[in-house]
């Protein structure tokens, strides 16, 4: 099981605040597809994705219990 | 002192946390919330936080200053929820022995604050709203992470 941390406008799009998958293990870059395939967000491209507060490339392996997080381009300060 | 809040920033504590008997110059920066952007009227912002993941990336800021001025003591204070305008959205103290490092790091905290820290920012206007930062793809990043990042 993957816990996927949805934030700002893409927690709004989707309706929820995290997404569950079931998968044992897959790389950062099957996650943007399968996120593009099954929740249509137009802007996967644009969002980082930090697994256990870590941005991650496209390569990095994701194992189940890891706690992943879509990042938007940021807005603080 | 590096931490996302709820409540108003404290600017004098955040600036006690930095004190030191060898600075020579503390400079504090606090960003406020302004009214107008791009013409537009903001009646408020939300601001939201990957809160752990916020700490330790204000905390690693403060690293980066370290590892430049060793000799600087950095606070990072970043407060989330509804703020209005006027009010206090972040303050940042840097001490060092002499100005020009505390003004140098500074603004290096601030800039690095706008890339590498997971808060986002919503425009409340009168006639509607938006999360800034934005939908429009005009921040792409195409290393994977912001510069400066690594894995």
């Known amino acids: ?77 | 002192m590096f931490a996302i809040v709820r409540d108003p920033i404290h600017v004098a504590s955040v600036i006690e946390s930095v004190m030191d008997r060898n600075a020579g110059a503390i400079v504090t920066f606090l960003g406020t919330v302004r009214e107008l952007t791009n013409g537009k009227k903001t009646v408020y912002l939300q601001y939201e936080a990957y809160e752990s993941m916020a700490q330790k990336q204000l905390r690693r800021i403060g690293e980066e200053i370290v590892a430049r001025f060793p000799q600087a003591k950095v606070a990072i204070v970043h407060r989330i929820g509804r703020l209005d305008v006027t009010d206090i959205a972040v303050a940042i103290a840097v001490s060092t022995p002499h100005r020009a490092d505390a003004y140098e790091a500074n603004r290096y905290a601030i800039e690095r604050v706008k890339e590498i820290v997971p808060i986002w920012k919503k425009e409340h206007w009168e006639d509607g709203e938006m999360w800034i930062g934005n939908q429009k793809e005009t921040v792409r990043y195409d290393q994977g992470a912001p510069e400066g990042e690594e894995e």
Request: a negative charge; hydrophobic letters at 45%; zero cysteines.
């Open chain 1, 1 to 77: 099981m993957i816990r996927i941390l949805l934030f700002a406008h893409i927690k709004e799009m989707v309706g929820k605040e995290e997404i569950v998958l079931s998968e044992q293990q897959m790389s950062v870059r099957q996650l943007r597809e399968r996120l593009q395939h099954e929740y249509h967000l137009p802007i996967v491209s644009s969002l980082l994705i930090a697994v256990n507060e870590q941005f991650a490339t496209d390569d990095h392996m994701i194992y189940a219990g890891d706690v992943v997080a879509l990042i938007p381009p940021v807005s603080g300060g």
